[in-house]
T-cell receptor, first 112, second 120 residues
Framework: QKEVEQNSGPLSVPEGAIASLNCTYS??????FFWYRQYSGKSPELIMF????GDKEDGRFTAQLNKASQYVSLLIRDSQPSDSATYLC????????????FGQGTELSVKP | EAGVAQSPRYKIIEKRQSVAFWCNPI?????LYWYQQILGQGPKLLIQ????????DSQLPKDRFSAERLKGVDSTLKIQPAKLEDSAVYLC??????????????????FGPGTRLTVL
């Protein structure tokens, strides 16, 4: 059973701090990694994807991938109350099929 | 560019009734996915289509769930008969992905607003 694990939280950080969200996956052959943000009652919204080991930055967001450790993380710099949401990690282990396996999500709360 | 469209947005039915959901993917997206998201959990793939063919339906409860994408564009997901445990949000997503692969990012999935189903 291929799995994606996340801490369910809630993770609480003060406004302006760095929020660090972590995800581990079991399928060593996984190729594509995605972070989605989901506000309460809304559908998942893509934040960013990463394919290669290392860091990928997009504005206040940085995704980090370590395939050897089977670990992917998302850093949110200068956290804002509007960042309060559930963050879903998703892994695509089969580039031919495109099937995503999601973690259960980490709830982030940014306190003013 | 228009996003993924879904309808209805909300549905309340009694157990043993039937229900159908509709999805229209982003124009040009070959692959369409239906996910079930139970409260507090991540989405779980039910079925994946590429054009009008099924790629993966391994987690679709085929005794009660069915889905089709006859013309390779719109799709419908049906539940008949519904059970209490089917209460969830049903999400449709689409991507550019084809089985021949593609450029990085073509497997990125974009989600519709979802249909919240309540089974009483």
């Amino acid at each position: 059973q291929k799995e994606v694990e996340q801490n369910s939280g809630p993770l609480s950080v003060p406004e302006g701090a760095i929020a660090s969200l972590n995800c581990t996956y079991s399928d060593r052959g996984s190729q594509s990694f995605f972070w989605y943000r989901q506000y309460s009652g809304k559908s998942p919204e893509l934040i960013m994807f990463i394919y290669s080991n290392g860091d990928k930055e997009d504005g206040r967001f940085t995704a980090q991938l370590n395939k050897a450790s089977q670990y992917v993380s998302l850093l949110i710099r200068d956290s804002q109350p509007s960042d309060s949401a559930t963050y879903l990690c998703a892994v695509n282990g089969d580039n031919q099929g495109g099937k995503l396996i999601f973690g259960q999500g980490t709830e982030l709360s940014v306190k003013p | 560019e228009a996003g993924v469209a879904q309808s209805p947005r909300y549905k309340i039915i009694e157990k043993r009734q039937s229900v159908a959901f509709w999805c229209n993917p982003i124009s040009g997206h070959a692959t369409l996915y239906w996910y079930q998201q139970i409260l507090g959990q991540g989405p779980k793939l039910l079925i994946q289509f590429q054009n009008n063919g099924v790629v993966d339906d391994s987690q679709l409860p085929k005794d009660r769930f069915s889905a089709e994408r006859l013309k390779g564009v719109d799709s419908t997901l049906k539940i008949q008969p519904a059970k209490l445990e089917d209460s969830a949000v049903y999400l449709c997503a689409s991507s550019l992905l084809t089985l021949k692969g593609g450029l990085a990012g073509t497997d990125t999935q974009y989600f519709g607003p979802g249909t919240r189903l309540t089974v009483l």
